[in-house]
């Protein structure tokens, strides 16, 4: 049973920069991690999410300012969130799924238990 175990959450003034990390065990094979976020009675938003193989997509609304990146041999995927705003705050999950990097949070089939990010202005 695959298992993601999260990290690097907190508060942060606007501006300032956070790094969230992710690791995977247990799975036997996951060609797709990637990061969600929800707040209070919106429904969970994907932000960014990575390719095995390396590509990447992402939010328009983080588009220039967060960046994923894979750590294949550690099975260990990053957001680099930059210029942070208000608007960033949420919960942060951690997904992964076994084939697609869909759009659609219930196609993952792996979730880490969520980090809170909060942003002040």
């Known amino acids: 049973q695959g298992q993601l175990v999260e990290s690097g959450g907190g508060s942060v003034q606007a501006g300032g920069s956070l790094r969230l990390s992710c690791a995977a065990s247990?799975?036997?094979?996951?060609?797709?991690m990637g990061w969600f976020r929800q707040t209070p009675g919106k429904e969970r938003e994907r932000v960014a999410v990575i390719y095995k193989g390396g590509g990447a997509y992402y939010a328009d609304s983080v588009k220039g300012r967060f960046t994923i990146s894979l750590e294949n041999e550690k099975n260990t995927v990053y957001l680099q969130m930059n210029s942070v705003k208000p608007e960033d705050t949420a919960m942060y999950y951690c997904?992964?799924?076994?084939?697609?990097?869909?759009?659609?949070?219930?196609?993952?089939?792996?979730w880490g238990q969520g980090t809170q990010v909060t942003v002040s202005s």
């Open positions: 247990g799975a036997t094979y996951l060609n797709c």
């Open positions: 997904a992964a799924a076994p084939l697609i990097c869909d759009t659609d949070s219930s196609r993952y089939k792996y």
